[in-house]
């Protein structure tokens, strides 16, 4: 495998890494809308008929008092279906299904994401580590001083006078 390669397979690898990860980003809105819009459904079977007696008593200052927190449930969840557009509510047993079958599709694209990234972190590694050996300068390098790069070993040759001093000799 060439440089150019070993670049197009690891460019491969951190695409799908990434489309796999807004796949699930996409996943758990999903299911994040499903959750709430179910508790909202629940929310408004709950309060419907308090509302409804409120309507019945021709919208009593006394009974509302009474049955606030009803009220204001029950008003809440219409709002919420308003905003969402919704006219006709579906039923909680088809949107838990609806769940269940996004959080296996969750399921399978973790799965799958586990995987890309450990390829990635592999692709990536021997492709930094081929970079380096290749002395390919890289995008993201900072520009250290002179005096901080690594001495050029090859270009200078060096004598052992004694055992714990090492001296530079002329090339």
């Keep these: 495998m060439d440089d150019g390669e070993l670049q197009a397979k690891a460019a491969e690898t951190m695409d ?8 699930i980003k996409e996943l758990e809105s999903q299911m994040n809308a499903n959750g709430e819009l179910q508790k909202q459904i629940v929310n408004y079977a709950k309060a419907r008929a308090v509302y409804v007696e409120y309507r019945k008593a021709g919208y009593s200052k006394k009974f509302r008092s ?17 905003g969402m557009g919704i006219t006709k509510l579906p039923s909680v047993k088809t949107l838990r299904e609806e769940y269940v079958g996004l959080l296996e599709q969750k399921r399978k694209a973790h799965a799958e994401y586990k995987q890309a990234r450990s390829d990635m972190k592999v692709l990536q590694n021997i492709k930094a580590k081929v ?16 005096a901080w790069k690594r001495p050029d070993i090859f270009s200078r040759s060096y004598t052992f006078q ?3 001093m090492v001296t530079e000799g002329e090339t």
Excluded: M
Excluded at 16 to 23: A, H, T, V
Excluded at 131 to 146: A, C, E, G, H, I
């Design 16 to 23: 799908r890494f990434n489309g796999l990860s807004s796949q």
């Design 162 to 164: 004694s055992q714990w």
């Design 131 to 146: 970079d380096y050996l290749l002395d390919v300068p890289t995008s993201s390098s900072k520009t250290f001083p002179q």
């Design 66 to 82: 009474e049955h606030e927190a009803d009220i204001l449930i029950h008003q809440a969840a219409k709002k919420y279906f308003d």
